[in-house]
Structure formats: structure tokens, C-alpha cells
């Protein structure tokens, strides 16, 4: 157990985070970790909540049913192909390379794009945009109310 | 595993070709060793660190970046700073809770500069005896608790 004071002017950890930086992280939440258990490449592995990995033959049906329902959210995200004319998004910030015509990409709501394959496999673990830390679930759930 | 190592080849070309002040990478052992990579750090001037230089150790495991690497001070300088246990270890959310697959190499360095240089005074964590004594060796795996000293 690691306890130590944190001062408050060391948490704009969002200054480093880009321009766009979305809202600051609060520095009160709780860490809530438990060590991750080791790699085994066959099995794919699930992360039914943040920082919980499991293989797929050791997940409870309670995960199961939370992974087929995130596995839903994400089918709900809009998809496309690069074609060069975004002027905005040009390159993947997850797996850093630039965006090639024909790359199959994924768009949240929050307008930042990545390569389809290298978000879907982040939001397995976590429904919050990379780049602005914006929760998507949110903002896809507000979608759906006023549609 | 080719897309972690792919990001690390940009990662490290992009930190030594245009480095941050104050953050060197050591490349000559990286060479070896893509997934474990030993970064330098120059204390800020004008801050209680001012002079002193610190080795900072990132390991990287196959699903980097999704998962954060593992970051420590190594070496016979670990700063005395309230957040740095005395057996290298650091006390920084982005490290595990809030790790975005953004974040690099270099948007870590730059946080734990930041850290030291927004210290006004040299001491350990509160805790430090007990942590070190029953700590895992791997900072990743402990339960750390991120709060605020106004709470
Ligand atoms: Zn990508
Ligand atoms: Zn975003």
C-alpha cells in the first residue's frame, strides 16, 4: 500500500496532455489495483473494468454480460475508412502513425479519430477517449436520449 | 507485440532527435533491449533539485500501450521528494490509474519533472519505512492511494 500526500500543484497532469485536454482528473480518485495477473497470449484476454484483465475462460457471467454489452456500445460508434479529405485527424495516437488512405478508423464523440483496431481494443478496458479523456459512454447514452 | 515495438522505434526516434529540457535517453542500451529503456533526468534549475541528476527505468510489457510501463528511479541518486519511496518507486496516478494509451515515454518524463519541480521540500513519503520494507518489486502492483493533502 502506497500512501503518500500529493500537493496540490502537481496534478496538471492535463497540461501535458495536449491543447485539447479535456476536464482534469481528479487527483482524489481512489487507486483501486490489483496486480495484474501474468500474460498468457493464447487465451484473449478481457478487462470486464479498468485495471481487471482476464482470460476469456475465467470471466464470471456477470462479465460476460458487461463485455457483450461494451462490446455492443462500441458497434454503436461510427466507423469509416480514411480517405484523405479530414484535415483534422491525421494521425493515430494510440499506435503513433499517420492515418493512410484506406485505414478502417473509428470516430467517438468527442470528434478524436483513431485506427478502428488499436481504440476498440482501449475501449475494451476503458470507455474514456485517449487524447481528452472524455468518458464515451456518456456521451453516446446523451446520443441515443435525443435521437 | 510488432505494434508495441513499432510505437517504441517512433517514441525513440521522436525523444532523441528533439529531447525535452532536461531528459535524455540512454540509447546505447536500448539498442539491446527495446522493452527496457533507462532515461536520464537533470534536476530543474531554480528548483531544489537544481544540479542533481536521476535515472528513471521504464520497462514495457507486450501490450504497451495499452497497458502503462512499469517506472522507476534507479541508481545511486533516487530524489528525496515525498512522492519518490526511497526504493525508487513514485507515487503518480498517470502511472497506473490514470494511464491513457496518449501518453508516451516523453509525456511521463515530463510529468515526474514536473513533480520534482514543484517540490519545496526535501523529504520522503510518510509511509516510506513500511512501504519499502513490504512493497512489491514491481511499482505496478501496488495498491496505491491518490489523494490530496486539503482532504
Ligand atoms: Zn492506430
Ligand atoms: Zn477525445
Redesign the interface.
Given at each position: 500500500m502506497g500512501n503518500c500526500l500529493k500537493s496540490p500543484n502537481t496534478d496538471d497532469i492535463s497540461l501535458l496532455r495536449g491543447s485539447d485536454a479535456g476536464p482534469e482528473v481528479s487527483s482524489e480518485q481512489s487507486a483501486n489495483m490489483g496486480p495484474p495477473p501474468p500474460y498468457q497470449e493464447s487465451i484473449p484476454i478481457y478487462h470486464p473494468s479498468p485495471n481487471v484483465s482476464r482470460p476469456a475462460n475465467q470471466l464470471t457471467e456477470e462479465e460476460q454480460i458487461k463485455i457483450a454489452q461494451r462490446l455492443g456500445l462500441i458497434n454503436h460508434l461510427p466507423t469509416g475508412v480514411f480517405d484523405g479529405t479530414s484535415k483534422k485527424a491525421k494521425e493515430c495516437c494510440i499506435c503513433m502513425e499517420e492515418f493512410l488512405l484506406g485505414d478502417m478508423l473509428r470516430f467517438l464523440p468527442c470528434m478524436h479519430t483513431y485506427h478502428k483496431d488499436c481504440i476498440d481494443d482501449w475501449l475494451m478496458r476503458s470507455f474514456i477517449c485517449p487524447s481528452c479523456l472524455e468518458p464515451v459512454d456518456a456521451a453516446l447514452l446523451t446520443t441515443y436520449e435525443t435521437s | 507485440m510488432a505494434?508495441m515495438e513499432?510505437?517504441l522505434q517512433?517514441?525513440l526516434l521522436a525523444l532523441t532527435k528533439d529531447p525535452p529540457v532536461g531528459v535524455k535517453v540512454n540509447t546505447d542500451a536500448i539498442t539491446k533491449n527495446l522493452a527496457e529503456w533507462t532515461v536520464d533526468l537533470e534536476g530543474a534549475p531554480g528548483t531544489v533539485f537544481e544540479g542533481e541528476n536521476f535515472q528513471l527505468q521504464f520497462k514495457f510489457?507486450?501490450?504497451y500501450?495499452?497497458?502503462s510501463p512499469q517506472v522507476m528511479f534507479i541508481g545511486p541518486n533516487i530524489p528525496l521528494h515525498?512522492?519518490v519511496?526511497s526504493n525508487g518507486?513514485i507515487?503518480l496516478?498517470?502511472l497506473?490509474?490514470?494511464w491513457?494509451?496518449?501518453?508516451?515515454v516523453q509525456?511521463v518524463c515530463?510529468?515526474v519533472v514536473?513533480?520534482l519541480s514543484?517540490?519545496?521540500e526535501k523529504k520522503r513519503?510518510?509511509?516510506n519505512a513500511l512501504?519499502v520494507k513490504?512493497?512489491?518489486k514491481?511499482p505496478?502492483?501496488?495498491?496505491?492511494?491518490?489523494?490530496?493533502?486539503?482532504?
Open positions: - | 505494434s513499432k510505437r517512433k517514441e510489457g507486450s501490450r500501450p495499452f497497458d515525498p512522492h519511496y518507486h507515487c496516478s498517470i497506473t490509474d490514470d491513457s494509451p496518449a501518453l508516451s509525456s515530463l510529468s514536473s513533480m514543484s517540490c519545496k513519503p510518510p509511509d512501504y513490504t512493497c512489491s514491481n505496478k502492483k501496488t495498491r496505491w492511494w491518490y489523494h490530496d493533502d486539503s482532504v
